[in-house]
């Protein structure tokens, strides 16, 4: 088993350092560390380093030995999901699923057909909770860059992600339309590519109009058509080894 993963602010380039504060509590009363157990410790955004446990200290301190610090590039090419916003708990059932499976960013997305709604300060609490699932998500799955979750997207903020992307998708089920499989895209090998999943009611026309003319194509992912709080995860799986990147 890989050594379990705590976020610190900034990875300290010491050799002995203290880990306290909730990280520390964690550690101590819930994962039950002891000495000569191993850790890593990383800020999220790629920069990590493995220690040891040499001391445990009261029910919130643990003494590390550290080794040298490693800074992760980042992958390529990088994967970006844009998730329309899903009903209840389910859009932080997406972004777990998404960081566990190795999404590199996530854009929470107010499509027209979206039940759900982020206005004021309930709009904050939902991001707030995207964000803090993406961070233990990350932990939980042993990654030293956790994916980026970014303000909230108007439609044509997601167009404009689109038209600057490398590889643009908009996934639709819609057979009829003449969306492709995602299974048979011309990817490139570096870059950005921005893929689409539209609420639980689909992705509008004009929505659809809006992303095509910014370049995105209508892909479908198989014979199933996928909840929108899992389509992106089983997206994502699929970029990472068509792209090499699941190796």
Do not use: N
């Not at 982020?118 to 904050?124: A, E, K, P, V």
């Not at 044509?156 to 895209?185: C, I, N």
């Amino acid at each position: 088993m890989t050594a379990p993963v705590f976020v610190v602010e900034q990875v300290p380039d010491v050799r002995q350092f203290l880990l306290d504060g909730p990280e520390g509590r964690h550690a101590v009363s819930v994962k039950r560390l002891r000495v000569g157990e191993a850790v890593v410790l990383t800020d999220g955004a790629g920069r990590w380093a493995e220690g040891e446990v040499v001391g445990v200290e009261g029910k919130d301190q643990l003494a590390l030995r550290l080794g040298a610090v490693v800074e992760e590039p980042p992958e390529s090419p990088r994967i970006t999901v844009v998730q329309a916003l899903p009903k209840g708990d389910r859009g932080e059932l997406a972004v777990e699923t998404m960081t566990e499976t190795g999404v590199d960013a996530i854009v929470p997305w107010a499509a027209s057909r979206c039940i759900t709604q982020w206005r004021g300060d309930r709009g904050l609490k939902a991001l707030a909770k995207w964000r803090a699932t993406a961070r233990e998500a990350g932990k939980q799955s042993r990654r030293v860059r956790f994916p980026e979750v970014a303000d909230a997207a108007t439609s044509k903020q997601v167009a404009a992600l689109l038209a600057d992307a490398d590889f643009a998708a908009v996934l639709h089920e819609d057979r009829d339309y003449g969306s492709a499989a995602l299974a048979t895209a011309e990817l490139p090998s570096s870059g950005d590519i921005v893929l689409v999943v539209g609420p639980e009611g689909g992705v509008s026309p004009e929505e659809l109009a809006l992303f095509e003319e910014a370049g995105a194509k209508a892909y479908r992912l198989g014979a199933t058509v996928l909840r929108t709080s899992t389509a992106g995860t089983a997206a994502t799986a699929l970029l990472l080894g068509r792209t090499g990147r699941w190796s």
